[in-house]
Structure formats: structure tokens, C-alpha cells
Nanobody, 122 residues
Framework: QVQLVESGGGLVQAGGSLRLSCAAS????????MGWYRQAPGKERELVAT???????NYADSVKGRFSISRDFDKNTVYLQINSLKPEDTAVYYC????????????????WGRGTHVTVSS
């Protein structure tokens, strides 16, 4: 079982910055791709950014150039640096991780954190 704990959310003015963190713990053989998703009030959860074990990244068009995802393999942690925040970035941000239970396992487990709130005031 994998636990993901997010931190770093808060209330910030438009144009400000935040750094979100998500630490993975528990039992797994390999921590593969990690990512951030968000869900605004009344909307569906959407992809924000992902990063794989090769540090290849993928971003939603709406955040390109403002958000930056990174990871620390030693700490099993993924970060999301958020700059130039806009009111439309207001959402609950969820961490996601894909893990393998053991060597040779074919299928990945998909785990989610409980989310951290980001509120951007205009």
C-alpha cells in the first residue's frame, strides 16, 4: 500500500508563487511516474503535470511556462513549483503515483493523495 501526502497549498494573491510537495511512503518495489492533477469547484479533475523515472515531463497547455514539476528519487518526493498564479488556478491539487509491487510485476498500482487546496485571490 502506498501513501501520498501533499503539502504546500494555501491562499496567495494573483501573480504569486507556491511550491507543492508530495511524499510517497509505504510498500512498493518501484515508484514510477508521478504527477499532479487538480480539480476546481464544479469541474472535473484534470492533469496538471507528470514526470517519469527518466525525468521526462508533460504539462497541461494551461500551465506551460508557469508550472514546473520535479522529483527527488532519494526522498520519493515530487514537487510542483507554481509561478504567476492566476485565479483560475484555484483548485484542490492531488498527487498521483504509479508503483510496482514487486520485480516482474506487469501492472502498476495507481495511488492518490488527499489533496491540498490552492486558492488564488485577484
Amino acid at each position: 500500500q502506498v501513501q501520498l501526502v501533499e503539502s504546500g497549498g494555501g491562499l496567495v494573491q494573483a501573480g504569486g508563487s507556491l511550491r507543492l510537495s508530495c511524499a510517497a511512503s509505504g510498500s512498493f518495489f518501484s515508484l514510477n511516474a508521478m504527477g499532479w492533477y487538480r480539480q476546481a469547484p464544479g469541474k472535473e479533475r484534470e492533469l496538471v503535470a507528470t514526470i517519469d523515472r527518466g525525468r521526462n515531463t508533460n504539462y497541461a497547455d494551461s500551465v506551460k511556462g508557469r508550472f514546473s514539476i520535479s522529483r527527488d528519487f532519494d526522498k520519493n518526493t515530487v514537487y510542483l513549483q507554481i509561478n504567476s498564479l492566476k485565479p483560475e488556478d484555484t483548485a484542490v491539487y492531488y498527487c498521483n503515483a504509479k508503483t510496482l509491487r514487486a520485480s516482474g510485476y506487469q501492472y502498476e498500482d495507481d495511488s492518490w493523495g488527499r489533496g491540498t487546496h490552492v486558492t488564488v485571490s485577484s
